[in-house]
Antibody, heavy 121, light 107 residues
Framework: QVQLVESGGGVVQPGRSLRLSCTAS????????MHWVRQAPGKGLEWVAV????????YYADSVRGRFTISRDNSKNTMDLQMNSLRVEDTAVYYC??????????????WGQGILVTVSS | DIQMTQSPSTLSASVGDRVTITCRAS??????LAWYQHKPGKAPRLLIH???SLESGVPSRFSGSGSGTQFTLTISSLQPDDFATYYC?????????FGGGTKVEIK
């Protein structure tokens, strides 16, 4: 079945870096746009970033642009989120999500279970 | 950026009630709107895309309508499994903005 599994979360100090990974299975990974979405404690969902199907383009939310980098490896069915210069307000559960199309402008029909990132001194 | 405003933020209802959640976009998004259901500790679930297209496996008591800037999600007869938080999301732009969410609670 279609499945997304996140890894790499944990506790990190402000200003440090962390790398999240998402491993996909059950579908042709290279055909779909892939996203990161987060939910801060007690808050709603916030879209973070997207990499389109072939990795040739990516887009970011204003809140993370210049600090986070999304990437994908279609040969390994994986997607990463490199998070640099982390801030306390980046504390959230991070979800990996699959778009229903190959480009960026699509809703998400499959989500991972989420992974917690805590930024604290 | 497009702003997505959901109302109400919290809704108390009983099993069997008809429930309507509204989502308003700050500018036209045509029909490019999705609805998700989210329960604590679980992955969000896509219910509806393109305003009114029900995802496979989603009960027919869920329906969506609207266009432009005004959209609604209706649950025709609320069931125990429907108590959750619901989010709208625009996908007219690459910002893919979510609404603030509507928590549907047991009355």
């Amino acid at each position: 079945q279609v499945q997304l599994v996140e890894s790499g979360g944990g506790v990190v100090q402000p200003g440090r870096s962390l790398r999240l990974s998402c491993t996909a299975s059950g579908f042709t990974f290279s055909r779909y746009g892939m996203h990161w979405v987060r939910q801060a404690p007690g808050k709603g969902l916030e879209w973070v970033a997207v990499t389109i199907y072939d990795g040739s383009n990516e887009y970011y939310a204003d809140s993370v642009r210049g600090r986070f980098t999304i990437s994908r490896d279609n040969s390994k069915n994986t997607m990463d989120l490199q998070m640099n210069s982390l801030r306390v307000e980046d504390t959230a559960v991070y979800y990996c999500a699959k778009g229903i199309g190959h480009n960026y402008g699509n809703p998400f029909d499959t989500w991972g279970q989420g992974i917690l990132v805590t930024v604290s001194s | 950026d497009i702003q997505m405003t959901q109302s109400p933020s919290t809704l108390s209802a009983s099993v069997g009630d008809r429930v309507t959640i509204t989502c308003r976009a700050s500018e036209s998004i045509s029909m490019w709107l999705a609805w998700y259901q989210h329960k604590p500790g679980k992955a969000p679930r896509l219910l509806i895309h393109e305003t009114s297209s029900l995802e496979s496996g989603v009960p027919s008591r869920f329906s969506g309508s609207g266009s432009g800037t005004q959209f609604t999600l209706t649950i025709s007869s609320l069931q125990p499994d429907d108590f959750a938080t619901y989010y709208c999301q625009e996908y007219n732009t690459y910002f893919l903005t979510f609404g603030g969410g509507t928590k549907v609670e047991i009355k």
